[in-house]
């Protein structure tokens, strides 16, 4: 499977985990703006989820590499 449809299968799961939690948490009976938070809130913890595979995925991909030590001729 391509690392990127995984990703997005794993954002979606999480998306639809949070949603499923926070209408069983809230109280009845709910209305507009209790759908909107809880909506919100799930985007958000995706949104941070994917910033941080990211950042952690690419930080190790794109440094650098440090030349040997003993190659050195001075």
């Not at 997005?8 to 703006?33: R, W």
């Not at 990211?54 to 001075?74: M, V």
């Amino acid at each position: 499977m391509n690392r990127n449809i995984a990703l997005a299968l794993g954002v979606a799961f999480i998306f639809v985990t949070v949603c499923a939690i926070m209408l069983a948490i809230l109280p009845g009976p709910l209305g507009p703006k209790d759908y909107l938070v809880t909506g919100a809130v799930s985007t958000i913890l995706c949104l941070l989820l994917l910033l941080f595979l990211f950042t952690r995925s690419h930080n190790k991909s794109t440094l650098p590499k440090a030349p040997p030590a003993g190659n050195r001729e001075d």
